[in-house]
């Protein structure tokens, strides 16, 4: 066996002392080899603390270290380890170039097993490398926080939060993201003020006034706490949420008062009743003539319908605008026009909605939108799924972030 030590180089300041198939601490010995490595007598010995080369040798001890698959062959290495006597530090562990301090594999094994937990799920990884899947999580946890640490936001600019359910039962966590790069920036449980304060307390002072946008929900919470500490930014409305709120707070509601006023005609109340996703749906997406057609006869029909059908549309059309002072006039004549129908949802759906036009208006100068955030949230469902679900929440909030670290870096 000693033509195979060349396969060993790797092990800097170590030389193989065996090389067997036989006392090999696994049940199957037919599918492993252990390695002996003692120290070769020549490379300096470096404290593991302060970094300085040592004489003296404070005691010496054995560990199993498993390594990379050898061939076909599962590998474990029983490894001399010294504990030096340094002066300056006393009795410390000996610095490998090759496997960290109290670690029982080596680095390149642990390199691999990271990059095989970036596509699959750590049981699988596990089964893989023959490991006890805490250990497999245990180092891709720490690869990701090796990839992680000292994320640079010098350069951000413009930031999106949003909200995604972590569990059920109403429990959910925000993500921050860099829209132009789809970088996830960081992940928190809860959607409270409390919840996301740590992404801006981790900030400088520099940085949070070079924050000039950030895009969201309708949530207080979320503007409240970016008006602490970003008075420099300005908060954008998400279209897609302004719409569904209209939807819940007016089509809806407009849409259930038509259908008790039909109380005697059964017909036409089915038909009210039955329109929800006709009336909530874009004209464009609807496909069958069939239900266009429903949606035509029902608009006819009804008044109240058809006025807050065509009042939906036109609000959209204030996130088309490419000027502030525009989209400001376009709002005026849209809330002239609601107040005017004398729909009770609508007139009540507009003064809710007038502290949220600065936002509204500021889409004209900066287009944000949260449908990349929609997109991540589609995803984190994969990676949430991937695992059956999480119970630390640092490694799952760590693996979101490695999924997504923007484009082009």
């Known amino acids: 066996m000693a033509e195979c030590t060349c396969l060993f180089d790797y092990f800097k300041g170590y030389k193989v002392h065996l090389i067997s198939k036989a006392d090999e601490p696994a049940e199957n010995l037919d599918e492993a080899i252990w390695v002996h490595l003692v120290p070769d007598g020549e490379s300096p010995m470096i404290c593991g603390n302060c970094g300085q080369p040592v004489e003296k040798v404070h005691e010496v001890y054995e560990r199993w270290i498993a390594d990379l698959p050898l061939f076909h062959f599962r590998t474990k290495l029983l490894v001399q380890r010294r504990r030096l006597a ?15 301090r109290y670690s029982r594999v080596t680095k390149r094994l642990a390199d691999a097993v ?41 350069d951000v600019r413009v930031l999106a939060m949003d909200e995604f359910a972590i569990q059920k039962g109403h429990r959910y966590a925000t993500v921050i993201i860099e829209p132009t790069t789809s970088r996830v920036l960081w992940v928190g449980r809860g959607r409270s003020r409390e919840s996301i304060r740590p992404f801006f307390e981790q900030l400088t ?27 420099r930014a300005h908060v954008v409305y998400d279209l897609f949420h302004v719409i569904a709120k209209y939807g819940r707070e007016v089509i809806d509601r407009v849409r259930v008062d038509e259908a008790n006023r039909l109380r005697d005609d059964k017909q036409a109340r089915k038909l009210v009743k039955g329109s929800r996703w006709l009336l909530l749906r874009n004209r464009d ?25 065509v009042l939906k549309d036109d609000l959209k059309q204030l996130w088309r605008s490419r000027s502030p002072l525009s989209a400001l006039w376009q709002w005026k004549q849209w809330a002239k026009r609601a107040l005017e129908s004398g ?18 208006i500021a889409h004209a100068k900066y287009q944000l939108h949260t449908s990349v955030l929609e997109g991540i949230n ?28 923007g484009i082009g870096r």
């Not at 340094?86 to 960290?100: N, V």
């Not at 520099?206 to 950030?214: D, H, K, L, M």
């Open 86 to 100: 340094c002066p300056r530090c006393g009795p410390s562990i000996e610095r490998l170039e090759w496997l960290d």
């Open 114 to 154: 990271g990059m095989a937990c970036d596509i699959l799920p750590v049981k699988h990884v596990a089964a893989m490398f023959d490991l006890n899947w805490k250990t497999v999580k245990a180092i891709d946890k720490r690869c990701l926080k090796s990839k992680n640490l000292g994320m640079n936001l010098d």
């Open 205 to 231: 002072l520099e940085q949070r006034n070079r924050i000039e946008a950030v895009a969201m929900d309708m949530t207080a919470a979320y503007k409240l706490e970016v008006e602490r500490y970003c008075p």
């Open 285 to 309: 997406n609807i496909k069958r003539e069939s239900d266009i057609s429903r949606l035509d006869d029902l608009l006819a029909a009804n008044q109240s319908l058809f006025t807050v059908y």
């Open 343 to 360: 729909i009770a949802p609508l007139i009540k759906f507009v003064e809710r909605l007038k502290d949220y036009v600065p936002g509204i």
């Open 378 to 405: 589609n995803t984190i469902k994969v990676i949430k799924r991937m695992a059956y679900g999480y119970r630390d929440d640092e490694y799952f909030f760590l693996k979101i972030m490695n999924a997504f670290p």
